[in-house]
C-alpha cells in the first residue's frame, strides 16, 4: 500500500472533510524550501509548512543541535527543576523581545501560548482584588483552536458548535487604512467601562482572517490607550514573530511595548512543537506573594522540553546571522516588486505585503473561506509544484527564508498564472 493509502486508514486530518478530500500528498524529505513526495514530486513550500519554518526543510544546524541534546536530556520535569537549554533560550528571547519583557512561561504551542497570556492578565487582576475579567479583541483575529483562544477569536463557523461555551469578549473592529478612527472610537469608548482586563491583538497582520494589515501608527495609539487606562495588552505574534513582518517582532515596528507578547511556530524554526509566553516584570511580580492561592496554577507535561528548547537555540542562532538578514530583505524587496506590478491586474482586488508576507485577494462574488474558488487556486499551484494554500479568495506566500530567487519567481509565476483561473471563475 501507498502512503496516502494507508493514512487514509487511521488519520483524522486538521481542517479537512475527510470524506470528500482528496488523498493526502506523501513527503518523505524536504531540503531548504523544498519538499519531496513519496511519488516523486518536487514542491516549494511557499507557505512554509503552516508559517512554521524559517531556514528551509532538515537544516543540518538545528538537526545538529537537536542531536546533542537528544544525547545529553530528551526531558525533566520543569516544576522544581531546571535545564541550560531553557535558561539560555529564556535569556536569549528576551534580549531580541520588547524591552518591556521580563519572564518567559513556557507551553507547547501557538493556541497554548495564547490561553497562557489570558490566565495570565486575568489572574493578574483577580491577584489584586480588582475586578478586570472583560477581554477586547479585534472582530476578524485568531488566536488559536483551544476554549479561551477560541473566544477571543473571530465568531464563525469554525466555532459555531462550542458557542455556548465561549466567554464573552468585547470585540472591535480591525483599523485597516481608512478606518483608524472608527476603531480607535469603539475601543474608547469600551474603556469607559472599568472592567476591561486585558487587549489581545495579532500585530500588524492577521493572518487566518486573509492576511488583513493595517498600520503600526494605528496600533501604537490602541496599545498607549490600553496603557492609559490600566488595561494590559496582549501581543500575539506567533504568526508574526521572528522576522516575518521585516523586522524581529512586529511589535517593534510600535513605541508602546506590550505587556504580554506570544510566541510559537517560528520558534524553532519549525522543527519542534514550543509555545512561550512572556510577560513584563509588574505582570510577574503580582503573583509573588505568600498566599500560595496567587500561584499561576498552569503547566504541561512538556513545558520547556529540552529538545525543543535546543532547536529554538539553534532557529535563533541562524536568525540573527547577518546572512539570514539579507535574505528578509531580498524578499521583501522581491514581495515589493511583485506587487507592484500584479496589483493592475484585472481581477485582483487588492495586494497586501508586510515583510515577507504576501497576500492578492482576488475579486469574486464572495469571499468566504468556503468559496470553491480555494480548491482550483489549491490544485493549481500544486501542478506546477508549489504549495500555496489560499484562504478563499485569497492567496498567499510566506516563504522559509531560504528561498532562492528562482524559486520566488516561479511562486509568483504560479500565483499570477492563478489571474486567468479568477477570469473564468467569475464568467461561470
Given amino acids: 500500500m501507498t502512503l496516502a493509502a494507508r493514512d487514509q486508514q487511521v488519520i483524522w486530518h486538521p481542517y479537512t472533510q475527510m470524506k470528500t478530500a482528496a488523498p493526502p500528498i506523501p513527503i518523505v524529505r524536504g531540503e531548504g524550501a523544498l519538499l519531496f513526495s513519496e511519488n516523486g514530486e518536487v514542491y516549494i513550500d511557499a507557505v512554509s509548512s503552516w508559517w512554521v519554518n524559517l531556514h528551509g526543510h532538515a537544516h543540518p544546524y538545528i538537526a545538529e543541535k537537536v542531536a546533542e541534546q537528544l544525547r545529553t536530556l530528551e526531558h525533566v520535569i520543569f516544576a522544581g527543576f531546571t535545564h541550560p537549554a531553557a535558561v539560555e533560550l529564556a535569556e536569549r528571547l528576551l534580549q531580541v523581545l520588547p524591552d518591556s519583557q521580563s519572564r518567559i512561561f513556557y507551553s507547547d504551542n501557538g493556541s497554548t501560548a495564547v490561553e497562557v497570556a489570558l490566565k495570565m492578565a486575568i489572574q493578574y487582576w483577580h491577584n489584586q482584588g480588582v475586578a478586570k475579567t472583560r477581554i477586547i479583541a479585534f472582530r476578524d483575529s485568531y488566536h488559536g483552536d483551544t476554549f479561551g483562544a477560541m473566544a477571543v477569536s473571530a465568531r464563525s463557523t469554525f466555532t459555531a458548535p462550542f458557542q455556548q461555551y465561549l466567554f464573552e469578549v468585547d470585540f472591535i473592529d480591525v483599523p485597516v487604512p481608512g478606518r483608524e478612527q472608527e476603531t480607535l472610537a469603539q475601543l474608547e469608548t469600551l474603556l469607559q467601562e472599568n472592567n476591561k482586563a486585558a487587549f489581545i491583538y495579532e500585530p500588524l497582520v492577521l493572518g487566518t482572517a486573509g492576511m488583513v494589515m493595517y498600520a503600526p501608527d494605528i496600533l501604537d495609539k490602541l496599545v498607549a490607550l490600553c496603557q492609559q487606562h490600566q488595561v494590559l495588552t496582549i ?144 490544485n493549481y499551484a500544486l501542478q506546477q509544484g508549489v504549495v500555496l494554500r489560499p484562504l478563499g479568495n485569497i492567496i498567499y506566500c510566506i516563504p522559509p527564508y531560504c528561498i532562492t530567487t528562482e524559486q520566488l519567481t516561479r511562486v509568483y509565476e504560479t500565483m499570477e498564472g492563478m489571474h486567468s483561473l479568477v477570469s473564468s471563475h467569475s464568467a461561470q
Avoid at 511556530?265 to 492561592?293: I, N, P, W
Avoid at 535563533?316 to 546572512?323: A, G, S, V
Wanted: charge should be neutral.
Fill in 235 to 378: 501581543a500575539d505574534e506567533v504568526m508574526t514573530g521572528f522576522g516575518r513582518t521585516g523586522r524581529t517582532f512586529a511589535s517593534h515596528y510600535l513605541s508602546h511595548t506590550p505587556d504580554i507578547v506570544c510566541l510559537s511556530k517560528g520558534l524553532t524554526g519549525g522543527t519542534m512543537a514550543l509555545g512561550v509566553t512572556s510577560c513584563s516584570r509588574q505582570l510577574y511580580e503580582a503573583f509573588l506573594h505568600d498566599d500560595k492561592t496567587k500561584t499561576f496554577f498552569h503547566g504541561h507535561s512538556y513545558t520547556a522540553n529540552p529538545i525543543a528548547c535546543a532547536a529554538g537555540l539553534a532557529s535563533l542562532d541562524l536568525l540573527l546571522q547577518p546572512e539570514t538578514q539579507r535574505q528578509i530583505s531580498r524578499i521583501c524587496s522581491s514581495h515589493g516588486a511583485f506587487a507592484a506590478r500584479i496589483k493592475t491586474l484585472p481581477y485582483v482586488k487588492e495586494v497586501r505585503q508586510q515583510g515577507t508576507i504576501l497576500a492578492i485577494e482576488f475579486e469574486t462574488a464572495t469571499t468566504s473561506y468556503f468559496n470553491n474558488l480555494r480548491d482550483t487556486l489549491y
